[in-house]
């Protein structure tokens, strides 16, 4: 990408600039004795925990001799503090709110990079990311108030939101549309992906109502239906593309299939609902009418485990990057990145799976 640069990230605000590069496989296969899984034996085994991706050493598998050179035995600071992340094509995009940049991961390569534009295009507090067939880059940016664009090149194409009147915490693109979940105008606001005007926003209501939107966080957008966290509210409200309530999932609580700080989901092709719950520290899992399945994750003790958990992303393309490390007895159906603001690992990556 355009303008893109690898950086270790200071603490004085310094950023290095680095290059890296390894032609080594990314991952190792673990033991049967090793593996992660949820839920606990004797149940079907239906997630499968398999690595985590923190800094450029979990890419690229060394350090390059200049940053030895510069730091010592300092480790590499990659993700620093993830929320947002969207992944296409085998490249990794995750919006960081602590350096205000993204980080690049190209799997093919084993690259690792921090997208820091200029101008027009530069960022001041990414949270959420989205990337659209024709690899366009849409950028929920909630200190600019606007959604920011670029190409798939890292050009800048366009910026866009309501003056005075966006807080834009989420962005998805479905059917030429593009969809802003809005924090201060509590609605979605839908764009044309074309020219970038506001079509509607929705929903239409008042406090008190069930379809109201009290703090919209996150959304996705399935074939039919719009899906919204309701950080407010303690629930994710299910909507038409017109707007029309549908019905809502979870309430304020701390039993199970309850919430107390959700914030990413994401929706499966069989209509799953996965949502983080940032007090939880886990993601629980909804079949299509709203009934809890499982959950995983927890507050973190070791690999597998969560620590103030942001955004959940569910990907079926880039199967291949992962598969050596799902173990033999199981089929890799798709899989689910999960970001981690704090701790040591900072996304986690676990892969749906069946028995063969």
Excluded at 189 to 208: A, I, Q, T
Excluded at 277 to 300: C, H, I, R, T, W
Excluded at 306 to 327: G, Q, S, T
Aim: one cysteine or more; glycine letters at 8%; charged letters at 25%.
């Amino acid at each position: 990408m355009k303008n893109i640069r690898f950086d270790i990230f200071l603490l004085s605000g310094l950023f290095i600039v680095l290059s890296m590069s390894c032609t080594r496989k990314m991952h190792k296969k673990i033991s049967a004795e090793d593996i992660i899984i949820y839920p606990a034996p004797p149940d079907t085994t239906r997630i499968q925990y398999l690595t985590k991706i923190s800094s450029s050493l979990d890419v690229t598998g060394k350090r390059s001799g200049f940053a030895r050179f510069l730091l010592g035995e300092l480790p590499d600071l990659g993700v620093i503090k993830p929320y947002g992340l969207a992944i296409r094509n085998g490249k990794i995009y995750i919006c960081d709110t602590q350096t205000d940049a993204l980080e690049v991961i190209d799997l093919e390569k084993h690259n690792f990079e921090y997208f820091l534009p200029g101008g027009r295009g530069q960022l001041r507090k990414p949270i959420n990311c989205f990337v659209d067939e024709d690899n366009k880059l849409y950028i929920a940016d909630t200190e600019r108030k606007q959604i920011v664009v670029f190409d798939a090149d890292g050009s800048y194409l366009a910026s866009f939101g309501e003056a005075g009147d966006s807080k834009p915490t989420d962005v998805f693109v479905k059917d030429g549309k593009i969809w802003v979940a809005n924090f201060s105008n509590h609605s979605v606001d839908v764009y044309d992906k074309e020219n970038y005007e506001l079509l509607y926003r929705f929903p239409e209501s008042s406090v008190g109502n069930e379809d109201f939107l009290y703090s919209p966080s996150n959304l996705f957008v399935t074939d039919k239906q719009v899906y919204v966290t309701d950080f407010g509210d303690f629930r994710i409200k299910v909507y038409t593309y017109q707007g029309e309530f549908v019905r809502s999932v979870g309430s304020y609580g701390k039993n199970l299939g309850q919430f107390v700080r959700p914030k990413g989901i994401a929706v499966d092709r069989d209509d799953n609902l996965f949502v983080v719950d940032a007090g939880f520290e886990n993601v629980q899992m909804f079949n299509s009418e709203g009934k809890l399945l499982m959950f995983f994750g927890g507050p973190y003790e070791g690999s597998g485990d969560m620590w103030l958990p942001a955004k959940v992303v569910i990907d079926y393309d880039n199967l291949e990057y992962f598969e050596d490390l799902v173990h033999e007895s199981f089929r890799l159906k798709y899989l689910i990145f999960v970001t981690n603001q704090y701790g040591p690992d900072k996304v986690n990556v676990y892969g749906y799976v069946e028995p063969k």
